[in-house]
């Protein structure tokens, strides 16, 4: 264990939502939003093919969704713009501010609440799809978290989540590189390199193999493991050798690294009716 704090996640996440240090405009504002939706759809990222395939977001009209540590919103606003109901929780009001935001400027409804997803405010078996992207891993023990998306869910809805991959080309190479050649990594132990991957002052940002993230949801049934995210740019590692090598390249979105030795586990699961 860690020793982090539940407060220190959160005065971190309240200071530094998501993205917001690489995008210029003001977080909240309509140019913000489109920015940090072409970075997340972005061909080296998550396009929105691929998520879509994820979430289902096409296929959801009617569905009832929630998004545990909702960020901005981004994942629910494509639920809600294909006619989904959506509630999303965060333990910040910097991220809820933002969902609140977005939905407004789209013209969507939506329920968002500031909440510690460890207890949700929501009854038993009252949602088709509870997911939570790129959260756990930044949780010390993410099971309490996991039984309460247990529980809101309706027997046979569906779990989605996406966790940092430990046998990822980032997690194996890239830090320890890292660590190696550039100085605000040099003498830092390998978890700490890690906890450094969503910002110098994050707390927490963990690992997780497979069998790990299965063990995480062994009260739930039919299991789907996808990986995502390791273009050639930075697979090469060299600057510039991606752009030099781009003709003869398959394409960076899914290709045969990001499927093997991507960052981003993405894993899907039932719970049983
Ligand atoms: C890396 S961001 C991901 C945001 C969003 N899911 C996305 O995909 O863009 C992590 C988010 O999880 C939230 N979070 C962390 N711990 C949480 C907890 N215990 N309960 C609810 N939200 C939490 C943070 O406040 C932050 O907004």
Redesign the pocket.
Known sequence: MNGVS?AE??AF??DN??AAEGIAAEPGTPAFFQAFDALREADDCEPFAFSDYIHGYSTSAGLRVL??????G??LKQYARFGASVAG????QT?VDLCKARFEQAGLAGDFRV????RLPFDDASFDIAC????LH??EDPRP?IAEMHRVLKPGGRIIL?LYYRGSWKYHVVLRLKRLIDPRYRGKSQAEALNMN?GPNCPLALVYSREEARRLLDRFTDHRFELNQLSWRQFLLVPGLDRILRPILPAANRNILARTMGWNLYITATKPK
């Open positions: 539940n996640v959160k996440w309240e939502p998501v998004d545990v540590g909702c960020g901005n981004y994942v929780v965060d333990l910040t991220a909440t510690d997803g460890e939570s992207m790129g959260v930044h949780i978290m996406m969503d």
